[in-house]
């Protein structure tokens, strides 16, 4: 089917605002991934999701980053009066299963938050 | 905690010359290792991961990496580049037990023609 879809591709908000991104991940896909990508740096790993077991939220950078998924379906990664240095690009990725070198990520093509 | 470095930022190369993209990383123990690749206005795909076996990975596209234990790397590898390889290329390592991986910043590769 199709890939990993994120809405929406772009977001520009005013500082203080909340703003909330959605993934899609591919059907059956039981892990989901949500990183953060600054400019000219690496992914940063925010929050994972594994079937209908406890997130882990280790990644998340404060308590204004919160995400929720639904089942084995969407997910929604919401960040609460956003400041400036949030302005970066948030990625999804999906897998089949937890274990990486048996079960490759999908990307999607990731939400471009400004934050003005 | 882990981390991942890859050295060269910035690589410019014209088709045909070869290509070595570093990448070293921190942890002792049992590691899985990828490099993924960016094309312009792509999605971040999976070019090629070790972990087992033969550490002389061979990937899509020509593309190779070797792990190499003792030196804490796992370098990137193609002996004749082409402009269609114009792309950012991220190496990536997990601990053996663990499911988040820990990427590098990136090397963003320009192919001239």
């Known amino acids: 089917g199709a890939g990993v879809s994120q809405s929406p591709s772009n977001k520009v908000t005013e500082k203080g605002k909340d703003v909330e991104l959605r993934c899609d991940p591919i059907?059956?896909?039981?892990?989901l991934y949500w990183y953060r990508q600054r400019l000219g740096q690496g992914l940063e790993f925010l929050i994972y999701f594994q079937g209908n077991s406890a997130p882990d939220k280790s990644g998340l950078p404060s308590d204004r980053f919160s995400a929720e998924r639904t089942g084995e379906s969407v997910s929604t990664l919401t960040i609460q009066r956003t400041q400036q240095e949030d302005s970066a690009v948030y990625l999804c990725?999906?897998?089949?299963?937890?274990?990486?070198?048996?079960?490759?990520?999908?990307f999607g093509p990731g939400t471009r938050l400004t934050v003005l | 905690a882990q981390s991942v470095s890859q050295h060269n930022h910035h690589v410019i190369l014209s088709e045909a010359a070869s290509l070595e993209l570093g990448c070293n990383y921190s942890?002792?123990?049992?590691?899985?290792l990828f490099w993924y690749v960016q094309y312009p206005g792509q999605h971040l795909q999976l070019l090629l991961k070790?972990?087992?076996?033969?550490?002389l990975v061979k990937g899509i596209k020509g593309f190779e990496a070797e792990f190499i234990k003792s030196k804490f790397s796992f370098n990137l590898r193609k002996p004749s580049v082409q402009w269609s390889d114009t792309a950012e290329y991220f190496c990536a390592v997990n601990e053996g037990g663990s499911y988040i991986p820990t990427f590098g910043r990136g090397t963003s590769l320009i192919v001239h023609p």
């Open positions: 059907s059956g896909h039981t892990a």
């Open positions: 070790y972990f087992s076996g033969d550490p």
């Open positions: 990725a999906s897998s089949l299963g937890a274990f990486l070198p048996r079960n490759t990520q999908y």
């Open positions: 942890y002792g123990g049992t590691v899985n």
